[in-house]
T-cell receptor, first 113, second 117 residues
Framework: DGGITQSPKYLFRKEGQNVTLSCEQN?????MYWYRQDPGQGLRLIYY???????QKGDIAEGYSVSREKKESFPLTVTSAQKNPTAFYLC????????????FGPGTRLTVT | AQKVTQAQTEISVVEKEDVTLDCVYE???????LFWYKQPPSGELVFLIR??????QNEISGRYSWNFQKSTSSFNFTITASQVVDSAVYFC??????????????FGAGTRLAVHP
């Protein structure tokens, strides 16, 4: 099946630990994105990547890091420098061309205590 | 400034009622795109519709319809004869053309719709 996979669905970590969230896609889409969603708020862009080995900071990149070594994969690391890491994280992709809509994965809910 | 406002935080209706979700946007761009997404309890955002700024025709898809009015900078979403399965958070989003090549979407805060039997 074609789609976007984010694993795990729920993730728990202790404060001070880095944690990496997985995002894999088999849609052959070039662009990939990471968003953060907090209760009662819209989505905020963390990082995006248009092609392999290239990525750019979004609006709230502090405390996060990414890599894009393969077209299919765009992992997000939440570092200990992120002050409020507990949130719902959504990965999205966008096909090349004039299709401007983004397609979203199922999300990972991260809880840091 | 680029901004999307969804003033309705929560709406509660009884099944079969019609309901309209409001979306007001701000942009100085003359070319832009507007979107609606649905987020069911599972969490995944589902794309519903895209509209570009040059196309003001209203669109209907089954029980869903969208009213785009540039004069009032609004892109409202109506569900006719609502059903329990329509219960979700609905997001309106804007893609301005000055966002650069990475296709940035600016999201509203969302409207939580609860449809009761």
């Amino acid at each position: 099946d074609g789609g976007i996979t984010q694993s795990p669905k729920y993730l728990f970590r202790k404060e001070g630990q880095n944690v990496t969230l997985s995002c894999e896609q088999n849609l052959n889409h070039d662009a990939m994105y990471w968003y953060r969603q907090d209760p009662g708020q819209g989505l905020r862009l963390i990082y995006y990547s248009q092609i392999v080995n290239d990525f750019q900071k979004g609006d709230i990149a502090e405390g996060y890091s990414v890599s894009r070594e393969k077209k299919e994969s765009f992992p997000l690391t939440v570092t200990s420098a992120q002050k409020n890491p507990t949130a719902f994280y959504l990965c999205a992709t966008r096909p090349t061309g004039d299709s401007y809509e983004q397609y979203f994965g199922p999300g990972t809910r991260l809880t840091v205590t | 400034a680029q901004k999307v406002t969804q003033a309705q935080t929560e709406i509660s209706v009884v099944e079969k009622e019609d309901v309209t979700l409001d979306c007001v946007y701000e942009t100085r761009d003359t070319t832009y795109y507007l979107f609606w997404y649905k987020q069911p309890p599972s969490g995944e955002l589902v794309f519903l519709i895209r509209r570009n700024s040059f196309d003001e025709q209203n669109e209907i898809s089954g029980r869903y319809s969208w009213n785009f009015q540039k004069s009032t900078s609004s892109f409202n979403f109506t569900i006719t004869a609502s059903q329990v399965v329509d219960s979700a958070v609905y997001f309106c989003a804007l893609r301005p053309t000055r966002s650069g090549g990475y296709n940035k979407l600016i999201f509203g805060a969302g409207t939580r719709l609860a449809v009761h039997p």
